[in-house]
């Protein structure tokens, strides 16, 4: 009798539990991964400044190609080699009704530095600046020590706070040496957390911000633009991607981003829901060690020519020759991947076959750079050439959970060097692990991808290509080590070319220079997809955001 | 008493200790939090600069001793991605699972004693064959894979129930807490009773063995003997008998709920600390992770601590005093 109670209990409350419908114009959206605070300068990274964008706005906009289009400055040019000037928008008010002047721009530059415990500063974006002037307050005049191109696109990465809403009152003096301008007190994160601080000029609001489980964004009514039509909208961490693509199949979440490959087909098959997909400017590469005489990820290729000196596990155990360091087993190992089989088989058509470091189209590519075509036989040549006619031995080094099918990329490309005479085995990790290896750089090979903030080839080109200098700003993610004088000197003048024709030029001659000398294998590029509810639409983006700004429903 | 329960303390610290070197040294070992941490866009100098800013430029005994300074304070460290006290973060998040685990373990009470309990009364029927059966499933499918059926099943073919999250909440005592809105009904309902699974299959079989025992006692025999109906003599008599080994059993399966929901909490994107471990182990947030272990360390010697004292009360012949524990 009891266990009849109860199954009937059980499925009376079932029958009634149906999910509240959400009424029209709210949103819910199932992010892939989540932002680890809302204040806007505390963590540079794509999850936090996806989100920022929607409550904080920056001076500038990249639209969803990454072009520099007006937002809070209306308009911006150089006006010599190192001072730029910005013109403001009029009549742009922030949340708590304050007005956005100048002000707030220097203030919010004031901030960055003095975030405490940032584990990715803003600094890197702010640091170009030597003096703010404001002759009056819809105006900025920015000067640079050394001419600086970089300077409006890396203003669309930092959203600016209100100076009255933090109760500054007053001129403030922009002072570069980072202790603040002599402000005593800055808003603390927690208080962007909690939203008493998190007062934007932007199009939606804060509502509510539960970490783990939701941020809510109400609609800025007051906003001076367009606007958006969605009254509220809640952004889900569902970093489980099974569980993601279930909560869209059950009707949870209106939107989600990176729907696995293996379902795509699936949620192709459902009526009421379409993919939105866009190629994004995420190379993923291969970077091979060409530092030193031996290398750690090698066998059969002999005692190494000398001696081992600098950072790496060669420096104290012994290593075998590094055969990476003669651009003929480069260039075998480049024409030994078919990318094209990469695309279609492992990734499911959802990607580009890559010929450069950025795609095609974008600031500084070469016109017409192709992929390396796949020639087996040709890789087979250069390997005997280069006086490995058995081949060797090599492991590749992967993360299996940071990029899209990373670890099933890897395996392919092994068994394609396999094929050649090189025999391959793939060493996938996590990605914490992995990061944390490579940068003991104990691989001789290893993949990796590179999401262009920028979306201008000086950024992959400066950090993977450039000699790793910490005085000259080059080569931060370089693990590979490739080492070229000339192209070190034409990425430093390109990053102090102001005029864009002459630069694009410059930083096209040095990726077409590297790619010629394989100093880095690019793979492909990633398409962003994005899976949601066949009434809406999103206007995908190629830096892989997901913003509630470009998702509109169809009328 | 006194005895044992200073000695016991000083265990306790002394398990406390050892443990935050071995979860210290352990994520020192995996890697450097700021290689996942920074924009790669952040050059050489700016890398460093992180590096010293979070103090993880120093020897890892400097950074050990700096911890334990803290710690003594009362300070568990600062969460190197979220910048808030690591020790407010769980806390603030404990509510979600201790909700969740408490759900699972009703529902496991719930369904399984009845089911064990039939399953004992008729043990070569049908019915109690296949409670049998059933139980087999709930300990050998993997709680990921049912997990992800149940949403398949509920959530997306019936759509009655929600597919992840926690649903609306209200406050209750200081605390946000779900079980108290439709809403928040509605969210747990799934999570929790893929968490109860296991525990489930646990208190059937507990169940089942205990009432096997006791029908055959003579005071089962003697109740019936005295006409007692049925109802009372399974109800009151055997229901009591057995519930001592289910008590003593959930009382530690409750901590273990509570600590490791990790997969359930995944599956469902419940906001507990169970999913806030995992994202922290990822991200190699040492605070967080040091302090979550240390947290679920004491709670493990506390749950204990209460069973020895429970256990004396219980049953007069052990005594404290001579246990060594």
Not at chain 1, 27 to 43: K, N, R, W
Request: glycine letters at 8%; charged letters at 20%.
């Amino acid at each position: 009798m009891k266990i009849r109670l109860i199954s009937f209990a059980a499925a009376f409350a079932m029958t009634t539990l149906a999910p509240v419908m959400a009424s029209a114009a709210d949103l819910t959206v199932g992010l892939a991964s989540e932002p680890s605070s809302i204040d806007p300068h505390y963590h540079n990274l794509g999850p936090n400044n996806e989100m920022r964008r929607h409550i904080f706005e920056s001076l500038i906009w990249q639209d969803e190609q990454q072009k520099l289009t007006p937002l809070l400055a209306t308009s911006w040019e150089p006006t010599s080699e190192t001072t730029w000037e910005f013109k403001l928008r009029k009549g742009v008010k922030f949340h708590d009704g304050s007005d956005f002047t100048a002000r707030d721009f220097v203030y919010t530059a004031c901030r960055i530095p003095t975030v405490p415990n940032s584990p990715s500063s803003f600094t890197i974006y702010t640091s170009a600046m030597k003096k703010i002037e404001t002759p009056d307050p819809h105006t900025l005049i920015i000067h640079t020590e050394k001419p600086y191109p970089l300077l409006p696109v890396e203003l669309a990465v930092w959203g600016i706070i209100s100076a009255t809403a933090n109760g500054v009152t007053g001129d403030i003096t922009f002072n570069p040496d980072g202790t603040g301008c002599g402000i005593t007190s800055f808003p603390q994160t927690k208080e962007f957390n909690s939203g008493q601080a998190t007062i934007g000029t932007g199009m939606f609001k804060y509502g509510e911000y539960v970490k783990g489980d939701r941020y809510v964004m109400n609609r800025n009514d007051a906003y001076w633009g367009e606007g958006t039509e969605w009254d509220t909208v809640t952004f889900k961490p569902i970093t489980n991607s099974a569980a993601r693509v279930a909560a869209l199949l059950a009707g949870d979440v209106d939107f989600i981003s990176k729907p696995p490959t293996q379902d795509l087909e699936r949620l192709e098959s459902e009526p009421d829901i379409t993919l939105s997909s866009m190629g994004s400017n995420r190379v993923i590469y291969l970077h091979m060690d060409q530092y030193g005489p031996s290398t750690p990820g090698v066998k059969g290729t002999g005692a190494p020519d000398g001696t081992y000196e600098g950072e790496g596990p060669c420096a104290t155990s012994a290593c075998e020759k590094n055969p990476l360091l003669d651009r003929r087993v480069r260039q075998a190992l480049s024409k030994a991947i078919n990318r094209d089989a990469i695309v279609d088989k492992v990734m499911g058509g959802y990607a580009v076959a890559a010929g450069e470091l950025l795609p095609q189209g974008f600031f500084g590519t070469n016109e017409g750079a192709k992929p390396e075509a796949y020639d087996p036989e040709g890789a087979k040549k250069l390997l005997v050439e280069a006086g490995y006619p058995n081949g060797f031995e090599l492991v590749l080094g992967t993360p299996n959970d940071r990029y899209i099918n990373d670890a099933k990329i890897a395996q392919a490309i092994a068994q394609m060097f396999t094929r050649v005479g090189i025999k391959t085995s793939v060493n996938a990790m996590t990605k914490s692990v992995f990061f944390a290896t490579r940068n003991k750089y104990e691989f001789s090979l290893y993949l990796a991808g590179w999401g262009s903030g920028t979306g201008e080839m000086s950024s992959p080109m400066r950090a993977l290509v450039g000699t790793r200098d910490k005085s000259r700003g080059l080569g931060g993610t370089n693990r590979g080590r490739y080492s070229n004088p000339v192209i070190d000197d034409m990425i430093m003048e390109a990053l102090s070319t102001v005029d864009d024709d002459k630069r694009a030029t410059l930083l096209a001659e040095s990726s077409r220079m590297a790619m010629e000398d394989y100093a880095i294998l690019p793979l492909h590029f990633e398409v962003t997809i994005w899976a949601h509810r066949s009434d809406l639409s999103y206007g995908a983006r190629a830096d892989q955001y997901t913003m509630a700004i470009g998702i509109n429903s169809k009328k | 008493m006194l005895a044992f329960t200073v000695r016991r303390l000083l265990q306790s610290v002394i398990v406390l200790f050892v443990m935050s070197i071995i979860v210290f040294l352990g994520i020192y070992a995996i890697g450097n939090p700021v290689d996942i941490l920074i924009n790669p866009e952040a050059d050489i100098a700016e890398q460093e600069a992180t590096i010293r800013r979070l103090g993880l430029d120093k020897p890892v005994w400097t950074q050990y001793f700096t911890f334990l300074t803290n710690v003594l304070q009362g300070d568990l460290g600062t969460s190197f991605v979220h910048n808030e006290p690591a020790l407010l973060i769980i806390l603030e998040r404990l509510p979600a699972t201790m909700e969740l685990a408490v759900g699972a373990v009703g529902l496991a009470i719930i369904i399984g004693i009845p089911a064990g309990i039939i399953a004992g009364l008729y043990p070569d029927s049908i019915i109690g064959r296949g409670i049998m059966a059933g139980s087999i499933l709930g300990f050998s499918l993997p709680t990921f894979w049912v997990g992800l059926m149940l949403i398949m099943l509920f959530s997306v073919m019936l759509g009655w129930l929600p597919a992840s999250g926690r649903g609306d909440t209200v406050g209750f005592l200081g605390v946000q807490v779900s079980f108290l809105t439709w809403d928040g009904l509605t969210h747990i309902f799934l999570p929790a009773f893929n968490l109860a699974l296991f525990k489930m299959s646990l208190v059937i079989r507990l169940a089942r063995a205990g009432t096997r025992e006791v029908m055959l006692q003579d005071y089962i025999k003697f109740a019936r003997a005295k006409g007692l109906s049925n109802v009372r003599v399974i109800g009151v008599h055997v229901l009591k008998n057995i519930l001592i080994p289910v008590v003593t059993v959930l009382g530690l399966e409750l901590g273990s709920v509570i600590a490791f929901a990790v997969v359930t909490e995944t599956v469902f994107a419940w906001p507990g600390i169970g999913k806030l471990l995992i994202d922290s182990i990822g991200n190699l947030d040492r605070p967080l992770v040091v302090a979550y272990l240390l947290m679920t360390v004491t709670m493990f010697i506390i749950i204990n601590f209460v069973v020895d004292i429970l256990y004396s009360l219980l049953d007069p012949r052990v005594r404290l005093g001579d246990m060594k524990a």
